[in-house]
Structures are given as structure tokens and as C-alpha cells.
């Protein structure tokens, strides 16, 4: 089983669509996560940290089922910027390695 | 806002030549960090470098790569003896303690091997 693993989709939607991405993770004991954004050949940048209370950040709404080991991110009224892949990232601690998972493409399309 | 700057932007080197890649982390930061990112795959953890050491390192990071901070700034990258395989745009990146705070990535060093 892979440690991160997200739909790579590829997702098309039109601008004002909501668009959700899933991710699990294998290792039970990560300890923080991410939502990371990347734009074609540029370095991931951090969208939000996901906390167990769930957590919201103007039109994206990330939340975290530890139980099931469970990532969600939700994307509300998309715009054409928000075309990128998104990295579902875990963290394990110690000395902060993160572990990132394939990617899920979204293009917004007018 | 601080950033995470690396060196070259992007390299042609020939197989079996030495590369270094130079990141210079944000200023403040203690823990630092090489990825790298084979095209069209994910982002892959290369090693962990705090407190002039290396703390953790994945199975990539083999004989023929090595780390060093010289001079307190400089955060490098050295493949002895490239490969092929090791094309791939490779990612410095750094934090101020990694218990929850943000990793931030620099722009990346693409690496052509031919």
C-alpha cells in the first residue's frame, strides 16, 4: 500500500464548480498534514495545514478523519487560478520529513 | 516574505560527471532539506540535515550523494557520479522547527543528465 495516496484524476471543472480531493495514508502514527499546491514545474507551496477539527481558509476546507486515515480537501467556487496539482502531504515527526503523495491535477476551465 | 533561493536553476551535466546544487534556506531556519521530483512522478524525501548532520535520509540517498553546510549559509547537494536516473528537478527546503510549522521549498534545481 502506498504511504500517500490521492486520485490523480485528472479533474475538470468549470469556473464556480465545487471540486473535492481525497487522500489516505498508511502510517498511523503521522502526525501533521498538508494540502500542498504546485504549478506545472514550480516547487510545492504550502494551500493549508489540515487539523482534526477541520479547518477552513476562504473557499477551501480541508479535514482530517484519523480514524479512517482520511484527508479531504474542498475547493468552493473554483477559478481559473486555482488550476494546479494538489499534494496531499503527511508528516511523521521527528525531523520533518514529509511524505507526499502522487498528486490530483484540477483544471478550471471557463 | 523570506524565500528558500537555489543554484543553478537548471543543469546539463554529462553521465558519471559531479554535480552540487547550492540552496541558501531562509536565515533563520534550523532544519533543512533536499527532495527531488523525477518528471511526471512525485516528490520524494532525499534527506534531512540539522544541527551539521544528517538526521534521517530515505533509500535514494545512496553512497553517491552528500551534504554540507560549509559556511553557516550554503545548504549543498553533491552527486558524485551521475546517472541517467538521476535527471530530476530537485527541491532545497527548510523550517524552523518541523513540528507543525511550515517547510518551504525553494524554486528548484533542474538537473539534466546526459
Known amino acids: 500500500r502506498k504511504e500517500v495516496e490521492q486520485d490523480p484524476g485528472p479533474f475538470n471543472v468549470p469556473e464556480g464548480a465545487t471540486v473535492a480531493f481525497n487522500c489516505t495514508y498508511s502510517n498511523s502514527a503521522s502526525q501533521s498534514f498538508f494540502w500542498y499546491r504546485q504549478d506545472c514545474r514550480k516547487e510545492p507551496k504550502l494551500l493549508m495545514s489540515v487539523y482534526s477539527s477541520g479547518n477552513e481558509d476562504g473557499r477551501f476546507t480541508a479535514q482530517l478523519n484519523r480514524a479512517s486515515q482520511y484527508i479531504s480537501l474542498l475547493i468552493r467556487d473554483s477559478k481559473l487560478s486555482d488550476s494546479a496539482t494538489y499534494l496531499c502531504?503527511?508528516?511523521?515527526?521527528?525531523?520533518?520529513?514529509?511524505?507526499f503523495g502522487q498528486g490530483t491535477i484540477l483544471t478550471v476551465h471557463p | 516574505e523570506p524565500e528558500v533561493t537555489q543554484t543553478p536553476s537548471h543543469q546539463v551535466t554529462q553521465m558519471g560527471q559531479e554535480v552540487i546544487l547550492r540552496c541558501v534556506p531562509i536565515?533563520?531556519?534550523?532544519?533543512f532539506y533536499w527532495y527531488r521530483q523525477i518528471l511526471g512522478q512525485k516528490v520524494e524525501f532525499l534527506v534531512s540535515f540539522y544541527n551539521n548532520e544528517i538526521s534521517e535520509k530515505s533509500e535514494i540517498f545512496d553512497d553517491q550523494f552528500s551534504v554540507e553546510r560549509p559556511d553557516g549559509s550554503n545548504f549543498t547537494l553533491k552527486i558524485r557520479s551521475t546517472k541517467l536516473e538521476d535527471s530530476a528537478m530537485y527541491f532545497c527546503?527548510?523550517?524552523?522547527?518541523?513540528?507543525?510549522?511550515?517547510?518551504?521549498f525553494g524554486e528548484g534545481s533542474w538537473l539534466t543528465v546526459v
Open positions: 527546503a527548510s523550517t524552523w522547527t518541523p513540528g507543525g510549522n511550515t517547510i518551504y
Open positions: 502531504v503527511v508528516n511523521k515527526g521527528s525531523y520533518g520529513k514529509l511524505t
Open positions: 536565515s533563520n531556519h534550523l532544519y
